[in-house]
């Protein structure tokens, strides 16, 4: 029988469904609009016989995090977006070693210290790797709080699978916000494939290392071309993506996360006023699913991508259709969260062409 529907804020779903997707371990450091998650995991990992620690700073808990990967437990930190910043170097040895991990980020306005309010100013370092040298994250974002719940277990498995960090990215809003959810089932750990890399001492086999300095001639050179064909699995295997009304749609309105759910209400308004609106919803960021985004944007149709930034996603936008669309942009920074009614606004201007509201993009 499927779960009772259980009313939760964001933060601590996320905590919930880590806790179910088999996590046992948890490193973090407080810093707002996320600190419920931590707290709320400060408790539940007792019932678990799990390990919670706050650490000293957010370079300390980053680098608990890798060594906690490295012996083979299902771990997880979060943090918000300057203090995102400060993991990056850890979340980079991560990606050169290969250790799995899931690592949450309730994005806040920026740049510097910002504010707390819900931003989506971070994707570019979350989908450009972030930290230092060649490698890529696999970048998760939910628009809600059900998909807060199914998306933590889909980042586990996916850290898992390409041992790999895995970010799920949300937002300020969705981190605070309370709604209904029903959450999967516990796994069993014993069902968790085995894990024949970790460090988990060398009685009875041949010892075995995982290298974060690769000095050797060519050494260097030849690993990440390894990475290199686990990203290209990656992109080929992980695309996932969500449209509403795009069948009929003369324009096709794109935003992910918090903006999405604000671009749908306004797409539903305009529906009903006539306009051929259309949604499409990016659910990983990175890999941007621009195959099925690309035979979207097609035959004359317009796209209009609204972020809650001044423009990052647009970028992979323009990469996955070029010429073949024209593109509007709208984009509110700050930490500011317009209203569907404003969203509104821009796609009727995008449907005159007449550019009052938001920008032409010249590809």
Known sequence: MPSEKMLMRGSNVVGEAAVRAGCRYYFGYPITPQNELPEYLSARMLDVGGTFIQGESEVASINMVLG?????????????????????????YMAGMELPAVIINMMRGGPGLGNISASAADYYQATRGGGHGDYRTPVLAPAGCQELAELTFVAFDMADKYRSPVMLLGDGLMGQVMEPVIFPDFIDLKDLPKKDWILNGCEGREPRAIFSMLLGQGELYHHNLDLQKKYDQITAEEQRWETKNTDDADIIVVAYGTAARIAESAMNDLRAEGLAIGLFRPITLWPFPSTAFRELAQNGRKVAVFELCLGQMVEDVVLSVGERAEIYFYGVPGGVIPTPAEVADFLRSVAKGDGEVGRRIDV
């Open 68 to 92: 906690a990967s490295a012996a083979g437990g299902r771990v997880m930190t979060s943090s918000s977006s300057p203090g995102i910043s400060l993991k990056q170097e850890g979340i980079s």
